[in-house]
């Protein structure tokens, strides 16, 4: 099978250094090739052995396979942005030996296979998947794949713009030669344990224009289980209640870390909207003597009943005071007719209750 191989390859060699296939544009000097905006399915046959930096951008390829690019031993930047490429077989990449940079951003990837970014030998250092997922449910198919693609070189991998709600325990456990890790513009709600283990080496996290309220305890202990690297936090939408006191504490001690602290402010509630965050923590300061789980919009709202209630009691007060005369008067009345009720019944009630106590005290009246 492999000698089969070898012996095509050789064959198809002199054949490709000459030729340049149907819709690329071929530059032996630059050892580039671009095949751009050309509506082709397939990556094309008979590219030169020759080939770098291969672009194969803009068409409507939609699936790769095992033997799409054999045969291109030399090639180390590699483009297949903006295809609808939306399958990645096991091994897709395998024969670029050299392969260094593979751009898959702007497609449609739902079914990626386990060593689809397989590259032998560690050589792959940049992976972009930037808007490169079909959807969210793709996220758990890619985690299969970053642990066993054999991803130990890689250094930078952008998964921007993915609507990835979560990350799945453990996904970047195998990529421990990562410097730079670009989760922006997902639609992330929360770090959780184990999510950023096994990224020792990390120098750069972006987690911006995501949909992070707080970093809870977990997510504090993740964002310093990657000491070295600088943070970008921004654009999210912060909930500046008393429970996030520790997360605005944990900035003020970190700023030199998270490139963008100026910049990170509150979104809820509306009174604090647009503060920012290293302000904030000592405003909310406050919860802790009314208690923790109350808000700050909680405590601002019973401070206005208060003052509205208290209004009212005056008005009341002030009401009462004003007519005085005439709510004496009317006691007055309201004592004197009890009291006449009240004799009434009182006299009755003797009178029903013992006829010769009745009789006494008539006599007695008499
Ligand atoms: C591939 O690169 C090597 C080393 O840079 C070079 O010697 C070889 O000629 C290249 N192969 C082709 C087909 O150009
Ligand atoms: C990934 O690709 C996108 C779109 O092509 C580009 O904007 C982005 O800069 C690339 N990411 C990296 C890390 O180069
Ligand atoms: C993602 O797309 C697949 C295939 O269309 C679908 O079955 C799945 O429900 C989608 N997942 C989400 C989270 O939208
Ligand atoms: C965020 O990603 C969406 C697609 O997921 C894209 O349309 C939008 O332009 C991106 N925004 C930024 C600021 O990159
Ligand atoms: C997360 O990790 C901390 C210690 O690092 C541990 O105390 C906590 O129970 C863990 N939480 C979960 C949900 O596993
Ligand atoms: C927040 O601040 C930015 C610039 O500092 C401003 O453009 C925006 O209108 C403000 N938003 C609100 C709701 O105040
Ligand atoms: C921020 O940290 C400084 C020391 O680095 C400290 O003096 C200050 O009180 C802290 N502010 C808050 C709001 O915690």
Not at 50 to 77: C, E, K, M, Q
């Amino acid at each position: 099978m492999l000698r089969f191989g070898v012996l095509l390859l050789l064959l198809a060699q002199p054949a490709r250094c000459s030729a340049c296939p149907p819709g690329c544009a071929c530059s032996e000097a630059a050892q580039t090739v671009k095949c751009v905006s050309k509506e082709l399915r397939f990556v094309p046959a008979g590219i030169p052995a020759y080939t770098r930096n291969l672009f194969i951008t803009g068409n409507r390829i939609s699936r790769l396979g095992p033997g799409s690019f054999a045969g291109l031993d030399n090639v180390t930047t590699l483009s297949l942005s903006n295809n609808r490429i939306s399958e990645v077989a096991s091994h897709t990449f395998s024969s670029l030996h050299n392969l260094r940079s593979l751009d898959l951003s702007s497609n449609q990837l739902a079914l990626i296979h386990p060593e689809a970014f397989a590259v032998p030998g560690l050589m792959l250092k940049e992976l972009n998947l930037s808007r490169a997922l079909y959807n969210h449910s793709s996220v758990m198919d890619l985690a299969t794949s970053l642990r066993w693609s054999g991803l130990e070189g890689l250094q930078s991998l952008d998964l921007s713009g993915n609507g990835l709600i979560y990350l799945p325990p453990r996904i970047f456990s195998h990529l421990s030669g990562l410097r730079r890790l670009q989760l922006a513009n997902n639609s992330i709600v929360s770090i959780y344990n184990e999510t950023f283990s096994g990224l020792g080496q990390l120098e750069e996290l972006d987690l911006s224009l995501n949909a992070l309220k707080i970093f809870g305890d977990e997510g504090l202990a993740e964002l310093e289980h990657v000491p070295g690297a600088k943070l970008h936090l921004g654009d999210n939408p912060y909930m500046c209640t008393c429970g996030i006191e520790p997360f605005t504490a944990w900035l003020n001690a970190s700023r030199v870390r998270v490139v963008d602290v100026e910049r990170l402010v509150c979104l809820f509630p509306v009174e604090l909207r647009n503060t920012s965050l290293l302000a904030a923590g000592s405003l909310v300061l406050g919860c802790h003597r009314t208690g923790e789980g109350d808000n700050l919009a909680l405590q601002t709202s019973y401070v206005f009943l208060g003052i509205v209630l208290g209004f009212v009691g005056l008005m009341f007060l002030f009401v009462l005071y004003l007519n005085r005369k005439g709510i004496k008067k009317r006691v007055y009345d309201m004592r004197d007719a009890c009291r006449e009720v009240w004799e009434g019944y009182h006299y009755r009630y003797e009178i029903d209750s013992d006829p010769r106590l009745s009789q006494v005290s008539t006599t007695a009246d008499v």
